[in-house]
């Protein structure tokens, strides 16, 4: 029980540091504060291009996943960067000077809810 002056091991910490950090804290605390989703569309589109791009994509510190589309997007970034300056720099002086890539769309991400349910094994 906690009580006022207390001191060691029964001193209640404070409210802050009782609650489990969440992914948004962690990405705060690794100054990522803004994250968005990047649609890339590439062309030629072969293997040589997809396997070369995957890697880039893959390599650069803002980028968290790539995904490999089937669709009108070939490529999905799901990016996280300091703040709006940085999210802009990254698409125009590392992305669109790529030759490979003909389109990008980014859409920034507000809230993000994880769904623990989906890790359970489904049924066959």
Same mark, same amino acid.
């Given at each position: 029980m906690w009580r006022a002056g207390a001191a060691g091991p029964s001193r209640?910490?404070?409210?802050?540091?009782?609650?489990?950090?969440?992914?948004?804290?962690?990405?705060?605390?690794?100054?990522?504060?803004?994250?968005?989703?990047?649609?890339?569309?590439?062309?030629?589109?072969?293997?040589?291009?997809?396997?070369?791009?995957?890697?880039?994509?893959?390599?650069?510190?803002?980028?968290?996943?790539?995904?490999?589309?089937?669709?009108? $997007? $070939?490529?999905?970034?799901?990016?996280a960067v300091p703040d709006l300056d940085r999210l802009h720099s990254f698409l125009v002086d590392r992305l669109s000077k790529r030759a490979e890539i003909t389109g990008l769309r980014a859409s920034m991400i507000f809230r993000q809810v994880g769904n623990t349910a989906a890790l359970a094994r489904l049924p066959s």
């Amino acid at each position: 029980m906690w009580r006022a002056g207390a001191a060691g091991p029964s001193r209640r910490p404070p409210a802050r540091e009782s609650r489990p950090r969440g992914a948004s804290d962690q990405r705060a605390a690794l100054n990522r504060g803004v994250q968005a989703l990047v649609s890339v569309q590439a062309r030629p589109l072969n293997r040589t291009v997809i396997d070369t791009f995957k890697g880039f994509a893959g390599s650069l510190p803002e980028v968290l996943h790539v995904f490999v589309l089937s669709g009108g $997007d $070939d490529f999905l970034l799901h990016v996280a960067v300091p703040d709006l300056d940085r999210l802009h720099s990254f698409l125009v002086d590392r992305l669109s000077k790529r030759a490979e890539i003909t389109g990008l769309r980014a859409s920034m991400i507000f809230r993000q809810v994880g769904n623990t349910a989906a890790l359970a094994r489904l049924p066959s």
